[in-house]
């Protein structure tokens, strides 16, 4: 599973316990996750929800950028 697939997994994970009604460590442990792990993942989860209602939607990372050297 790339990193990709992982973070998508996991915020699903996060979606899913939401629902559930279980509490983060029960979720967590039948799930085989470690609690501070889960707990993470609920914080990117809450982060990325807060960006959204602020009108901030954009995916945060790094783009490679080009450049060329002026001559002249």
């Known amino acids: 599973m790339n990193l990709q697939e992982n973070r998508d997994r996991m915020l699903e ?20 996750i ?4 889960f707990q ?4 990117k989860k809450r982060q990325q929800q807060s960006n959204m209602a ?12 080009q450049t060329q050297l002026a001559t002249g």
Do not use: C, R
Not at 17 to 23: F, I, L, M, V
Not at 40 to 43: L, V
């Open 13 to 32: 994970l996060v979606a899913e316990w939401a629902q559930s009604g279980k509490s983060q460590k029960a979720f967590a442990q039948e799930q085989g």
């Open 40 to 43: 993470y993942w609920i914080t």
């Open 54 to 65: 602020k009108g901030n939607g954009a995916a945060v990372g790094f783009v490679e950028l």
């Open 34 to 37: 470690k609690v501070p792990t």
